[in-house]
C-alpha cells in the first residue's frame, strides 16, 4: 500500500494527467449508465419522477475532458511503459 502510495507521489505530471483522465471517463460512463436507467420505460403515474439531473451534457463534457486529457499524456506514459 505505501509502494502504491510512493508511486503515485513520486509520479510524472503526464502520469497523474492520465489517471485524472480516466477518472473522468468512469464519470462519464456513469453519467451513461445513469442516463440509460432514467429513459427507460415507466408507468404513466411515475412521470414526473424521471429526474432532474442533465445526465447527457455531464456525459459528454466528461467524455471530451477525459480523451483529451488521455490522448494528451498518451506519448509519454506509453513511452515510460514500453
Known amino acids: 500500500m ?4 510512493h508511486r503515485l507521489l513520486l509520479a510524472s505530471d503526464a502520469m497523474l494527467m492520465a489517471m485524472a483522465g480516466l477518472v473522468f471517463w468512469l464519470v462519464a460512463g456513469f453519467a451513461a449508465l445513469m442516463e440509460k436507467r432514467r429513459v427507460r420505460k415507466r408507468p404513466l403515474d411515475r412521470l414526473e419522477a424521471v429526474g432532474w439531473v442533465p445526465w447527457t451534457p455531464i456525459f459528454v463534457g466528461c467524455a471530451i475532458i477525459g480523451g ?8 509519454v506514459v506509453l513511452g515510460e511503459i514500453m
Not at 2 to 5: A, E, K, S, T, Y
Not at 68 to 75: E, F, I, N, V
Open 2 to 5: 505505501i509502494d502504491l502510495f
Open 68 to 75: 483529451g486529457m488521455l490522448s494528451m499524456s498518451a506519448p
